[in-house]
């Protein structure tokens, strides 16, 4: 088992995450789908990083793909170099691959879904930490949680836990059972189970979908300020692009699959260089008023892609050598965009 | 209330029974005010939207305008006829009048059943015998909402979001109804398919003179297709006025609220929405609720007198707005 001073130490000067050219295939009674072609991404210490895109275009399996529970097989990776805090995963050991998964958080979508109802918030949340303790071995876990002053130590930190997302009485909504509590407060819980283990990231995967409004601009408030304090790095997937305005320093767009445009968020959202991502805009209904304008023609079938550019069928600017992969060029201050047109010429 | 209502509401009450725990053994019953005394005046060829956040009342209120369910208290009048309480062979004339498009795309249709069959369901119960009429007019309406015939014999599960959504406002135009209520039409769909049931909406509404009363949560689409507003909060409404006059200025510290939270997407949007901060705090209670203002455990406006004072009236202001505030009203 591989110490976690290690990885803290090489976390802070690599990238957390570093995704370049990745492909990953499923094989399934169809045929092979070829789901991701191109994914190219970094996720620097410190920051959060967003991922948008519509549904079907592969940002789950890229998020499951980092938690290390992408099932394999179906999924196949055929190429491309995955590494995290430093390591290539590659070469590493199944062990060291579990090892590993101590220092990646998960925030689900939907808090009800993920919280077992006949159990107690404190149940629940003894669970988690003691699995954690026990290095994630299941009969060390068992005699751990009959334990009674491990368990005793286990729920002082769960109420820990919960002070950590500004829970004002922890005591009280330990004893709670999820259905006594509203939405937000499910989701404040579930981040603070995220931080049950020793995370370095942070993976939430569109958490505020399920929420109102204002209770969603709490919740992104808070999950900003956490990873703050925590000093932890993050992965925000949404289809939300104004969630994404508000909580990700630097965002990527993905469609199809392919990454196909990266960049700071607001420069990117204001002036979308890739015809996808200004689709994607554009598809917005402004508060400006107006009918939004829509993206011609649906995500392409994985069986049989399009060759070259997975956009090219519903692009209005697509020409001939956009049948071939374009490829990712630095368009701007941090910018880059893999699109023909931007081929050659400084944006 | 403006006299032109077509499709108005007066009054309106839709309280559920609810069961909990009495004292000592037993349950006792109590009464959950969903809809607390509505009075809206939707006008002939406008697109009227209803938003708030879950909880609010707002579906029970858009199923209670389609004539889904049936009120506790109140009227809703279609056109000068009372409809809150239609039943048998009314209700089913009534059909010809007013239609519901429900939220989930893909719960509303049966799965064992085609587009075809689905879409011919209402045609039957209204006495369209002849098969071969019936094909036809299948036909036309999968071409009104621009999905190709031979959908007819297919099922829905082979259908994406956006066509599960277009098999359902076939269906509800099928008797050629004056009205539709749209329950959250499109918050299940992605942001491109949005963008294209809104515009097929709009094309339907200017072909066929339609009146739309559309449920959401999400302001970017009342922009885009509505008329005018009503903002509900705790089963009441808070709010009531045109889409420009609610969005450049709203009175309601609810809208404000709202408004304020939604995430812009674009830099010049932001300094459409009101930057206020907002009051945390819980709702009240459904069972018991308070004699005062509803909103006052999240108002960030709160004076200590509205706590005094009863819920404040739905109050008309000029040009047709109307605030439900004791701090913009005034004393009464």
């Known amino acids: ?347 | 209330m403006s006299e032109t209502a077509f499709l108005q509401a007066d009054s309106v009450t839709k309280a559920f029974k609810v069961r909990r725990k009495g004292e000592g053994f037993g349950m006792q019953t109590a009464s959950l005010r969903a809809v607390d005394d509505v009075s809206l005046g939707i006008r002939q060829g406008e697109v009227f939207a209803i938003v708030g956040e879950s909880g609010s009342g707002k579906t029970t209120l858009a199923n209670l305008l389609a004539r889904v369910t049936v009120p506790t208290e109140g009227r809703i009048v279609l056109d000068g006829d009372e409809i809150s309480r239609s039943s048998g062979v009314d209700l089913r004339s009534l059909r010809r009048q007013i239609q519901i498009v429900f939220q989930d795309p893909g719960a509303s249709l049966n799965p064992r059943q085609t587009v075809g069959e689905i879409i011919a369901l209402p045609l039957k119960l209204a006495g369209m015998r002849g098969r071969r009429d019936r094909a036809e007019r299948i036909a036309e309406l999968l071409e009104a909402v621009h999905l190709p015939a031979d959908f007819a014999s297919r099922y829905p599960v082979s259908l994406s979001g956006g066509q599960k959504q277009r098999v359902n406002i076939a269906r509800a135009l099928a008797l050629e109804p004056q009205a539709l209520v749209l329950d959250e039409p499109t918050s299940a769909l992605d942001v491109s398919v949005q963008a294209r049931i809104l515009a097929l909406l709009m094309t339907l509404k200017k072909e066929r003179a339609l009146t739309y009363v559309i449920v959401t949560h999400n302001f970017g689409v009342v922009r885009a297709v509505a008329d005018r507003v009503a903002v509900m909060y705790f089963g009441k409404v808070v709010e009531v006025g045109t889409v420009e006059q609610l969005m450049a200025d709203p009175r309601h510290p609810y809208t404000k609220t709202l408004l304020s939270a939604i995430p812009v997407v674009r830099e010049s949007e932001r300094a459409l929405i009101p930057q206020i901060e907002a009051r945390d705090g819980e709702l009240p209670s459904f069972i018991d609720p308070p004699r005062h203002c509803s909103f006052y455990s999240r108002c960030p406006a709160r004076q200590p007198q509205c706590l005094e004072r009863d819920h404040p009236p739905l109050v008309g202001l000029s040009q047709g707005r109307e605030v439900s505030c004791h701090m913009v009203t005034g004393p009464a």
């Not at chain 1, 995963?89 to 077992?116: C, G, W």
């Not at chain 1, 990266?262 to 508060?287: M, N």
């Not at chain 1, 956009?311 to 992969?325: H, L, V």
């Open chain 1, 1 to 347: 088992m591989p110490d976690s001073l290690s990885y803290a130490q090489v976390a802070a000067q690599a990238p957390v995450v570093s995704l370049n050219g990745l492909r990953i295939d499923f094989r399934t009674t169809d045929g092979v789908e070829q789901i991701i072609k191109d994914v190219t991404l970094r996720i620097d210490p410190g920051e959060i990083v967003g991922l948008v895109g519509e549904s079907g275009c592969g940002k789950s399996v890229t998020a499951k793909l980092l938690l290390g529970i992408l099932p394999m097989p179906p999924a196949v990776v055929k190429d491309g170099r995955i590494e995290m805090f430093g390591r290539n995963l590659a070469t590493l050991s199944d062990a060291e691959r579990e090892a590993m998964k101590k220092f990646v958080a998960y925030v689900p979508q939907d808090p009800s879904a993920v919280l077992n109802p006949s159990f107690t918030i404190a149940s629940q949340m003894i669970d988690m930490i003691v699995w954690y303790e026990s290095d994630r071995r299941l009969l060390t876990y068992f005699r751990k949680r009959h334990t009674r002053a491990i368990v005793a130590r286990a729920r002082d930190h769960a109420a820990h836990l919960l002070e950590k997302v500004y829970i004002a009485d922890p005591e009280q909504v330990l004893r709670r059972y999820p259905i006594q509590l509203s939405g937000g407060m499910r989701q404040r819980v579930l981040l603070a189970m995220a931080l049950s283990g020793s995370p370095q990231l942070m993976i939430a995967d569109e958490p505020t979908t399920a929420l109102d409004v204002t209770v969603q601009k709490r919740t992104i408030e808070l999950l900003k300020d956490l990873v703050e304090r925590e000093g932890l790095a993050g992965l925000y997937i949404t289809h939300d692009l104004g969630v994404a305005r508000d909580i990700c320093a630097r965002t990527y767009v993905m469609y199809a699959g392919m990454t196909v445009e990266d960049g700071p968020t607001g420069p990117l959202l204001d002036s979308p260089l890739h015809p996808y991502t200004r689709g994607l805009v554009e598809a917005i209904p402004s508060l400006e008023g107006g009918l939004p304008g829509a993206i011609p023609g649906q995500v392409p079938d994985y069986l049989a892609p399009p060759p070259g550019c997975r956009f090219a069928p519903r692009c209005p600017g697509a020409s001939e050598r956009c049948r071939s992969t374009p490829p990712r060029r630095e368009a701007g201050t941090r910018r880059q965009v893999a699109c023909w047109l931007y081929d050659g010429v400084h944006a």
